[in-house]
């Protein structure tokens, strides 16, 4: 029985990795893959620049390889693909499940494992230690993952017996966590949105008579997918021109994040469309993809404008920064009713 309990999980973990290919095509499109070539190779010039000037003992290099080890340790979790149904169907076979459980460990290890010897190959250059130092660092780092692991997959058994609501609710975090991030790029199928009042913003619905631009906007405001995302994107965009010396980079790395937030709230002129109630509206589809360009477009013109004034104080070349008015207009207006237009 052992040996079918182990291929039930392995066609879901089949099924699993070929969903996540099927996302990674979106993710990893022409553009974003020319355009992350490009910051990688900039990313490593200026890295190589970096070590060749660096000084002997540099202490922060030292404080930078213990907070990359520190994090690290994070990236990779226990991936068990165990279902809600299996606590009737599987509950009398927990003997298997829990040997099925602490093989989960090592196949759970391939990501963590690249993940550490790719970052100590990157940070040891900083700390300038012999080879075999470093290969007790990276050794050392699977170690401990490999022991949080085990810890975690200890945890869900207690007294012989699965806490099969503390592991299934595990196991859809991590397969939440995943999609979260592919729900970016593009639809994801079964991945339920959350919503947060956030009373602080109600100040911004406003009272518009226009139907779905208020819902649009209350969407905006109260999911995490679009508010939250809009915030880091810009956060990322001040980073870029506040930090880099180069303006043109930084010029060209702000427009990328900007690109990216408006294809992200591309989608919001289909949220509303499961909603039942909203159908009763005497509005066109017309009207709604007007409302979803109206939304669109005023927060384009909002991240705009604080890139333009943020750009005048950081860069250089003052003219550059007359690029964030021109990619304002086309990102706000055309672009979306290009990509609106054809949906």
């Not at 880099?244 to 989608?267: E, G, K, N, R």
């Amino acid at each position: 029985m052992a040996k079918s309990i182990t291929e039930v999980f392995a066609k879901r973990r089949t099924k699993w990795h070929v969903q996540n290919l099927k996302y990674l095509r979106y993710v990893f499109n022409d553009h974003f893959v020319l355009v992350l070539m490009f910051l990688l190779g900039f990313l490593a010039y200026q890295y190589a620049a970096f070590l060749k000037n660096m000084p002997q003992n540099w202490l922060p290099g030292y404080l930078i390889a213990v907070v990359v080890s520190i994090l690290i340790l994070f990236i990779g979790q226990l991936a068990t693909f165990v279902e809600p149904a299996d606590q009737q169907f599987l509950l009398a076979k927990e003997q298997a499940v829990q040997a099925y459980l602490k093989s989960s460990i090592k196949r759970s290890m391939i990501l963590p494992t690249i993940a550490i010897v790719i970052a100590v190959l990157l940070v040891s250059p900083l700390v300038r230690l012999p080879f075999y130092l470093v290969l007790l660092w990276v050794i050392g780092l699977i170690v401990i993952k490999y022991g949080l692991l085990a810890r975690k997959a200890r945890s869900f058994i207690v007294h012989d017996l699965i806490q099969w609501g503390h592991l299934i609710n595990d196991e859809k975090h991590r397969q939440y966590a995943v999609l979260k991030i592919f729900s970016q790029f593009t639809e994801v199928k079964g991945l339920q949105q959350t919503a947060k009042r956030r009373k602080y913003l109600d100040i911004f619905l406003g009272n518009s008579k226009q139907a779905y631009t208020y819902l649009f906007i209350r969407t905006f405001l109260r999911s995490g997918d679009y508010f939250m995302l809009m915030l880091r994107l810009v956060g990322l965009t001040f980073l870029s021109l506040c930090l880099l010396d180069h303006d043109l980079f930084a010029l060209l790395l702000s427009l990328l994040f900007t690109y990216l937030l408006v294809f992200q709230l591309l989608p919001i002129s289909q949220s509303q469309d499961d909603q039942i109630m909203a159908k009763l509206y005497p509005i066109s589809l017309t009207e709604k993809q007007l409302a979803a360009k109206k939304v669109i477009r005023y927060l384009v013109f909002i991240v705009s404008g604080l890139e333009l004034v943020v750009s005048l104080v950081t860069f250089q070349d003052k003219r550059l920064a007359l690029v964030f008015i021109v990619s304002g207009l086309f990102l706000g207006m055309v672009y979306p009713s290009l990509k609106l237009k054809s949906k």
